[in-house]
């Protein structure tokens, strides 16, 4: 064990979970076994309930006792003592080095136990999730909401939680901005189609700045023009149906007749009646014209639109592009991942040297594990190891080795036949492997 640590030398308990009274010398490699039962559990709870004050059972005080006493020993001659009264959450904490006792002994204890004091088993088992979730918790990345805002071009995301860890939340704003450019797309795609159906009505020919600058009017005039004409020709084509009969009836006045007659016989001569066949039909063209202008312009208005949207898809594009690169970013910006090797994948998973955690090996997972527990140990550097029986065989062998070679010191539980034994795990190691 390197100088700069230290260990938990003696561990004593008075009424706690069942143990009544035990008064233990630790080594640097401690195995705790019996059965299903016998107070194993109660071993790991003691010290991390010294230690910590947490993850204490609410019935650990000996039943019709009014208090429970825990206390260990360090090899630099602190003493730590935790009284609890029921229910166990309920405790007293005192800390003592030659004589003199911190203000704050809880802050004393946290500053030797290191920033992680940890399970490796309890790691080992964890969902993928879970797993991942830890290690970005020990991940030192931090973003501000300008930044944030910058990856979804300065607004702000209603569906995600920037509270989160920078990467969950790099992720989110990934899903944020895919959903929105697959509903523009989606836009995009339907403009596209109704301008294209819409275009298909409209002849190839089709002129339509031509039709956009004619108007009704000058038709319409035209044709009110003619229709007076024509009205005042039927006037005096009937006139002279009448002429002529009273010039068969009244003939003194045959002279004035005939005078007028040749009047209007000269005017309908050089005012023939028009066709309005023509207009009618210009009439009629006209709006069929202007029915298709409109249909042209609404076309190209949805082109327009849909143009504008590829633009806005393509702008989400790159945004998305922009967050998909972010982690790899913040994390090669880090002067210290929290394991070697750490990366984050396209989908925002934590990798181990390019392999996701959830592809890792049993052996890699321990070695995980075993590298989290190590790395943030404290000057006290303590790994409470509870159900080594969760292990196979080979992770078991491969743990015990790196336990045993490490600096830290480790207290295990495994679940075996009898009553609680507590021993060296080394020694009793060595002694199962000696050739008999």
């Known amino acids: 064990m390197s100088a700069d640590t230290t260990r938990i030398t003696r561990l004593k308990a008075t009424n706690f979970g069942g143990l009544q009274e035990m008064d233990i010398e630790l080594g640097k490699h401690t195995l705790v076994t019996g059965a299903k039962g016998v107070g194993k559990t109660s071993v790991i709870e003691m010290v991390r309930g010294i230690l910590t004050g947490r993850g204490l059972r609410p019935h650990l005080v000996e039943l019709g006792e009014d208090k429970a006493v825990l206390l260990l020993e360090l090899d630099d001659g602190t003493t730590v003592k935790r009284t609890l009264k029921p229910p166990s959450k309920t405790s007293a904490l005192s800390v003592e080095k030659n004589g003199m006792k911190p203000s704050k002994p809880q802050?004393?204890?946290?500053?030797?136990?290191g920033a992680h004091a940890s399970n490796p088993v309890d790691f080992f088992n964890l969902p993928t999730k879970d797993q991942e979730a830890e290690l970005l918790a020990l991940t030192n990345l931090s973003m501000t909401m300008a930044e944030?805002?910058?990856?979804?071009?300065?607004?702000?995301?209603?569906?995600?939680?920037y509270t989160q860890h920078p990467l969950v939340v790099l992720a989110d704003i990934k899903k944020a901005l895919f959903d929105e450019r697959t509903v523009?797309?989606?836009?995009?795609?339907?403009?596209?189609?109704?301008a294209a159906e819409a275009l298909e009505s409209v002849p190839a020919d089709f002129d339509a700045e031509t039709v956009r600058g004619a108007t009704l009017g000058d038709l319409v005039d035209e044709q009110t023009a003619a229709r007076q004409q024509n009205k005042q020709v039927e006037q005096y084509r009937q006139h002279l149906v009448g002429l002529q009969a009273e010039k068969d009836m009244v003939k003194q006045r045959l002279e004035d007749l005939e005078t007028e007659e040749k009047t209007q016989t000269g005017w309908l001569?050089?005012?023939?009646?028009i066709d309005t066949a023509a207009l009618d039909q210009q009439i009629h063209d006209f709006e069929e014209q202007r029915d298709l202008l409109r249909t042209y312009d609404g076309a190209k208005a949805t082109e327009a639109d849909a143009a504008q949207l590829s633009s806005e898809s393509e702008k989400l594009t790159n945004l998305i592009e922009a967050a998909r690169d972010k982690p790899s970013e913040l994390l090669a910006a880090l002067d210290d991942l929290p394991v070697d090797g750490m990366g984050v994948d396209a989908?925002?998973?934590?990798?181990i040297n390019g392999v996701p955690i959830a592809d890792?090996?049993?052996g890699e997972s321990l070695d995980l594990a075993m590298e989290i527990a190590l790395r943030y140990a404290g000057e006290l550097p303590l790994l409470l190891v509870n159900g080594l029986e969760?292990?196979?065989?080979?992770?078991?062998?491969?743990?015990?080795?790196?336990?045993?070679?490490?600096?830290?010191?480790?207290?295990?539980?495994?679940?075996?036949?009898?009553?609680l034994v507590i021993e060296d795990w080394e020694a009793t190691e060595a002694a199962d492997d000696t050739p008999t």
């Not at 790196?402 to 207290?411: E, P, R, T, Y």
């Open 107 to 113: 802050s004393y204890i946290d500053a030797l136990l």
């Open 148 to 161: 944030y805002a910058e990856l979804s071009d300065d607004k702000m995301l209603v569906d995600v939680d």
């Open 184 to 194: 523009i797309n989606r836009d995009v795609k339907q403009k596209r189609g109704a």
């Open 269 to 273: 001569e050089e005012n023939a009646e």
């Open 347 to 351: 989908e925002y998973g934590v990798t």
């Open 360 to 362: 890792l090996s049993d």
């Open 390 to 419: 969760a292990l196979d065989p080979e992770s078991e062998a491969q743990l015990r080795e790196k336990l045993i070679a490490s600096d830290c010191q480790c207290i295990v539980t495994k679940v075996s036949a009898g009553e």
